[in-house]
């Protein structure tokens, strides 16, 4: 069991940077792959960025590649997205979760577990 929490979400102007956390609790973080996403109202829930646990590799959704960069550091349970250049079509709520795949999932059926979400909102 993994629970995860997101932070780092706000209100922000258009061309600034947010960086999300998110915080695992739980066994085995380390084995995980770790996943972003996002879901603005009235929208299907997207694949923003998500790294493996082996290696570890990376996947970026063309919509964020380049301004968005995701990161993890074991030793502290956490998973970062790196969001700069934002733009007012970013905002959404924002949420992380955890697949026990070895592969980069980037589908939301093969995640297992997921944060609450944290609210980004961009400024024009």
């Known amino acids: 069991q993994v629970q995860l929490v997101e932070s780092g979400g706000g209100l922000v102007q258009a061309g600034g940077s947010l960086r999300l956390s998110c915080a695992a609790s739980g066994r085995a973080f380390s084995t995980y792959a770790m996943g972003w996403f996002r879901q603005a109202p009235g929208k299907e829930r997207e694949i923003l960025a998500a790294?493996?646990?082996?290696?570890?590799?990376?996947y970026y959704a063309d919509s964020v590649k380049g301004r968005f960069t995701i990161s993890r550091v074991n030793a502290k349970n956490t998973v970062y997205l790196q969001m700069n250049s934002l733009k007012p079509e970013d905002t959404a709520t924002y949420y992380c979760a955890a697949s026990t795949l070895i592969e980069v999932p980037t589908t939301p059926i093969k995640y297992d577990y997921w944060g609450q979400g944290t609210q980004v909102t961009v400024s024009s």
């Open positions: 790294i493996s646990w082996i290696g570890p590799r990376t």
